[in-house]
C-alpha cells in the first residue's frame, strides 16, 4: 500500500500488487513512437508536387481526403490545408486502410493517401520522388504519398516533434541495464531517424497496428521481460499482451484500461521511476520478511522457556507481549521509510 500510494503521490497509478511486483523484473522496454516518444502533435513540413500540379493543389486534395480521418498524420495535413485558408473538397466515398493509408473518391478523382506500402500494392511507381522520398525520411520526417487515379502526384512529409525527457528517460533505463526499443508504423528510414535523435538502437519499423503484440510476443519468446509503453487505441493489443503495460496518461481511455500503470503527467521520466519504486518496495518487502523471520526464530524459543533449561530465567508474559509488539512496530516502521523514496529528475 506504500508502494502504490508513493506511485499515485508523483502521478503514477500502479493497478494492484501484482502489477508492482512484476514491474521490477522487467529486462526490456518497447516504446510507441507516435504520441509516446514524440509529442503526437505532428505539423505538415514539406509539400513535393510532380511536374503538372501545383503545391496548393496536392495539399487541398490530400486535405480533403483527410478530413474524414482520425489519424494524427491526416489531422496535420488537415491542419495545414487551414492554416492556408484552402478550400475543401467534396469527399464522395472515405475508406481507411489499416497501417497503409486511406482511399478517397474526390470529384471523380480516385485519391490514394498513405505509405509507400499501399503505393506497393497498387503498382504505383514513385519514380523521381524516391530519391526525395529517402531524403525526407532520412530527416526523421515522414512522407505520405498521393496518387490520383493511380498516378504519383506528390508527397507531403509530415514530422513530429521529440518530447523533451524522451532522450533522458531511456539513457537512464539504459544505465539500469534494461534494453530499449522502439516500435512504430513508420517506414524505416523514418523511424531510425527518431531512434538516433533519442538514443535508441532496436527498432521495429513498418509495423502494423494489429502485429504490435505480435512483436511483443516474440520478445517474451526470448525469454525477456517485457513492458509496453504506448497511448493509442491500437496500442492496447501490445499494452495487455506485454508483462507490464505502461499508458501515457494524455492518452485514449482504451489505452488506459488495457495498461498496468498509467503515467498520468505523460512524462516519460516516470517510466524509470516506476521501475525503481517496484525495486525498492521489494527490497523492503524482504527486508521485513527477513527481520520478522529471524526476530520469530529467535523470540519463540525463548518465550517457551529455552532459557530456562540452562538455569536462565522465564520469559514474563508481559515482556513477551511487548517484544511481539516490537516486531511489528519494527517492520511497519521499515515499510515507512518508503514514504522518502523520491522520483527521478
Given amino acids: 500500500m506504500v508502494g502504490t500510494g508513493k506511485g499515485a503521490e508523483y502521478g503514477i497509478l500502479i493497478k494492484g500488487g501484482e502489477a508492482l511486483e512484476t514491474t521490477h523484473k522487467i529486462n526490456t522496454i518497447v516504446f510507441d513512437k507516435t ?17 503538372g500540379m501545383t503545391r496548393e493543389r496536392l495539399l487541398q486534395i490530400a486535405a ?8 494524427p498524420l491526416g489531422q496535420a495535413i488537415v491542419r495545414g490545408a487551414e492554416k492556408e485558408n484552402l478550400e475543401f473538397l467534396r469527399v464522395e ?42 531524403r525526407l525520411a532520412g530527416e526523421g520526417k515522414t512522407p505520405m504519398y498521393i496518387a490520383v487515379n493511380n498516378k504519383i502526384s506528390g508527397i507531403i512529409a509530415v514530422a513530429d516533434v521529440v518530447k523533451e525527457n ?3 528517460a531511456i539513457k537512464k533505463l539504459q544505465s539500469m541495464g534494461i534494453e530499449v526499443a522502439m516500435i512504430t508504423g513508420d517506414n ?6 527518431i531512434a538516433k535523435q533519442v538514443g535508441i538502437d532496436r527498432v521495429l519499423a513498418e509495423v502494423l497496428p494489429q502485429d504490435k503484440s505480435n512483436e511483443v510476443k516474440k520478445l517474451q519468446a526470448e525469454g525477456k521481460k517485457v513492458a509496453m509503453v504506448g497511448d493509442g487505441i491500437n496500442d492496447a493489443p501490445a499494452l495487455a499482451q506485454a508483462d507490464i503495460g505502461i499508458a501515457i496518461g494524455s492518452g485514449t481511455d482504451v489505452a488506459m484500461e488495457s495498461a498496468d500503470i498509467v503515467l498520468m503527467k505523460s512524462d516519460l521520466m516516470d517510466v524509470p521511476t516506476a521501475i525503481q519504486l517496484s525495486k525498492s518496495t521489494i527490497r523492503n518487502i524482504k527486508e521485513n520478511l527477513f527481520w520478522a ?12 522457556g529455552v532459557l530456562y533449561l540452562f538455569g536462565g530465567p522465564l520469559l514474563n508474559p508481559i515482556f513477551a507481549a511487548a517484544a511481539m509488539s516490537l516486531s511489528s512496530v519494527s517492520v511497519l516502521s521499515n515499510a515507512l521509510r518508503l514514504k522518502r523514496f523520491k522520483p527521478y529528475k
Fill in 93 to 134: 466515398k472515405f475508406e481507411a486502410i489499416p497501417g497503409h493509408g486511406i482511399e478517397n473518391n474526390i470529384e471523380g478523382m480516385n485519391v490514394l493517401i498513405g505509405n509507400k506500402k499501399l503505393m506497393d500494392e497498387r503498382d504505383i511507381s514513385l519514380g523521381e520522388l524516391t530519391i526525395e522520398s529517402d
Fill in 293 to 304: 523471520f529471524g526476530y520469530n526464530v529467535a523470540g519463540i524459543p525463548i518465550a517457551a
Fill in 35 to 51: 504520441g509516446t516518444i514524440t509529442e503526437g502533435k505532428p505539423e505538415v513540413t514539406d509539400i513535393v508536387p510532380v511536374a
Fill in 64 to 71: 480533403s481526403g483527410e478530413k474524414g480521418s482520425e489519424h
Fill in 188 to 193: 524505416r528510414k523514418t523511424a531510425e531517424a
Fill in 166 to 168: 524522451s532522450a533522458k
